[in-house]
């Protein structure tokens, strides 16, 4: 993940880390990183935690126009 140069590098993992009370191993991800797939998936889910935190996380409302579908029934006359 690449900033602008101008924008200061955001450390998410402590903010998150000050901002609540995690049991040992949480706090053990958070400070030394993903070991292994389980550990990258739910250190994304904590990532995603401290966007909402922050107000960051956007749900994408855009709808698709280009791929909308039909049924079987229009597909079938």
């Given at each position: 993940m690449k900033d602008a140069?101008?924008?200061k590098q955001i450390d998410w993992k402590q903010e998150l880390l000050?901002?609540?009370r995690f049991n040992k191993k949480t706090?053990?991800?958070l400070?030394?990183?993903a070991k292994?797939?389980?550990d990258s998936w739910y250190l994304g889910a904590?990532?995603?935690r401290w966007k909402k935190l922050k107000g960051l996380h956007q749900k994408n409302t855009v709808e698709?126009?280009?791929q909308l579908q039909s049924s079987f029934k229009e597909l079938d006359k």
């Open positions: 140069p101008d924008q000050d901002s609540q706090e053990k991800l400070k030394g990183g292994s797939l389980t904590l990532y995603l698709n126009k280009g």
